[in-house]
């Protein structure tokens, strides 16, 4: 079975500048996560789907910070413009029904200078 | 507000002795409680879980321990192994199944090291 898929892995940009981040959860599995850790802490929740629809965005900084799911299925986080304190990596979960049995993908390692 | 901590940032122990990692929460809604083990370069991934309506949950070498009167759980590894030398989050969920009421708060992480 193929994992969470993100890409890319790794992104260095400027502050101020923009950038995307993409995930391709399992097959099959309605809800999909991103979330944000910085180093030294834990995951925090920035935005949850089921198929389409926005469950919880309640800690995304929606000022700056966008997520959309095409069609129910890849996704795609936007950061625009870019802070400093965006530096992270970015994790994208998948999951069928059930809290524990979210998979997460490798993440996106973001530097921001 | 952390909701979830874990006051130890690192722990280190002897190949083949237990392993003992503990995670304190404050939100009394929080009713499912998870173990996430992650890799270097990886993404987490789910070690075990407890309900609150249980005490105790076993996984081979894994046992999570829940009072939650203390608010307080704990991660057993016994025996530990090298191959065991990860980051373990603790995570909390106000429900076990996915919906608007299902947001995983996790701790900050403990490195735990096992010495050959």
């Known amino acids: 079975e193929a994992g969470v898929a993100q890409s890319p892995r790794y992104k260095i940009i400027e502050k101020r500048q923009s950038v995307a981040f993409w995930c391709n959860p399992i097959s099959g599995h309605a809800t999909l996560y991103w979330y944000q850790q910085i180093l030294g802490q834990g995951p925090k929740l920035l935005i949850q789907f089921q198929n389409n629809g926005v469950v919880d965005d309640s800690q995304l900084p929606k000022d700056r910070f966008s997520a959309e799911r095409l069609k129910g299925v890849d996704s795609t986080l936007k950061i625009q413009p870019a802070k400093l304190e965006d530096s992270a990596v970015y994790l994208c979960?998948?999951?069928?029904?059930?809290?524990?049995?979210?998979?997460f993908g490798q993440g996106t390692r973001l530097t921001v200078v | 507000d952390q909701q979830v901590k874990q006051n130890s940032p690192s722990l280190s122990v002897q190949e083949g002795r237990i392993s003992i990692l503990n995670c304190d929460y404050t939100?009394?809604?929080?009713?499912?409680f998870l173990w996430y083990k992650k890799y270097p370069a990886e993404g987490p991934t789910f070690l075990i879980s407890i309900s609150s309506i249980k005490d105790k949950n076993e996984d081979g070498r894994f046992t999570v321990f829940l009072n939650k009167s203390a608010k307080h759980l704990s991660l057993h590894i016994v025996p530990s192994q090298p191959g065991d030398s990860a980051v373990y989050f603790c995570?909390?969920?106000?429900?076990?199944?996915?919906?608007?009421?299902?947001?995983?708060?996790f701790g900050k992480g403990i490195t735990l090291s096992v010495r050959p």
């Open positions: 939100n009394s809604m929080f009713d499912y």
């Open positions: 995570a909390a969920s106000p429900s076990y199944v996915t919906g608007a009421n299902s947001k995983l708060t």
């Open positions: 979960a998948s999951s069928l029904g059930r809290v524990a049995e979210a998979f």
